[in-house]
């Protein structure tokens, strides 16, 4: 199994994905609405943000494998063995 930071790779891979579509439905589907108001984005810059959205979602990717590797090594550190052990810590950070 290929190793990233001593960590396994998947895990990596599958806890980055999960974290990304969190945030997706956190801002793309819940809360989209009121965070469009609360910026008061015009139409214009709404579509606009619509049609550069790619960099963007990269980006937004790239920072979950991030956070995935930085929990992952934190767990690690702490010496975390169980199941329950390591939920409680992940929520925590």
């Known amino acids: 199994m290929p190793r990233i930071f ?6 990596v891979l599958i806890s980055a994905i999960a974290f ?3 945030g997706f439905v956190f801002y793309g589907v819940i809360f989209q609405s009121i965070w ?7 139409e214009a810059e ?5 049609e550069n ?3 963007s979602m990269a980006m937004g990717f790239v920072i979950s494998v991030f956070s995935a590797v930085f929990i992952g090594l934190a767990l690690k550190m702490f010496g975390t063995t169980d199941l329950n052990s390591a939920l409680r810590k992940a929520i925590f950070l």
């Open 53 to 55: 959205a790619t960099l």
């Open 36 to 42: 469009v108001e609360l910026w008061n984005f015009t």
């Open 6 to 11: 001593g960590l396994n790779a998947v895990g």
């Open 46 to 50: 709404t579509a606009a943000m619509g």
């Open 20 to 22: 990304y579509m969190v």
